[in-house]
């Protein structure tokens, strides 16, 4: 079993730059792909970002160039930082891991864009 918090996120204004942090717990030594994804209002959850356990990365191409995702292996812990965000951007975010037993999901965090 995998455990991820979730921090991070809340209310700013468009322009503005936000961060999220997942930290994972328990069988981590099996992590290997760690992502983001988000859910607006109405609409279906949407990959935002992955990185491999190498350091590839791959991105939304609504996302390209504002959001970068990053790991810290030592401390089992995906960061997102968002800039120049988007009243669009404004979802709730979910950090995912994959292990070798399935992947897991963190609580998910509200982030609103006012314009």
């Known amino acids: 079993q995998v455990q991820l918090v979730q921090s991070g996120g809340g209310l700013v204004q468009a322009g503005g730059s936000l961060r999220l942090s997942c930290a994972a717990s328990?069988?981590?030594?099996?992590?290997?792909?760690m992502g983001w994804h988000r859910q607006a209002p109405g609409k279906q959850r949407e990959l935002v970002a992955v990185?491999?356990?190498?350091?590839?990365?791959n991105y939304a191409d609504s996302v390209k160039g504002r959001f970068t995702i990053s790991r810290d292996n030592a401390e089992n812990t995906v960061y997102l930082q968002m800039n120049s965000l988007k009243p669009e951007d404004t979802a709730v975010y979910y950090c995912?891991?994959?292990?070798?037993?399935?992947?897991?999901w963190g609580q998910g965090t509200q982030v609103t864009v006012s314009s």
């Open positions: 328990g069988r981590t030594f099996s992590i290997s792909a």
């Open positions: 990185i491999s356990s190498g350091g590839t990365t």
């Open positions: 995912e891991v994959a292990t070798a037993t399935g992947n897991y």
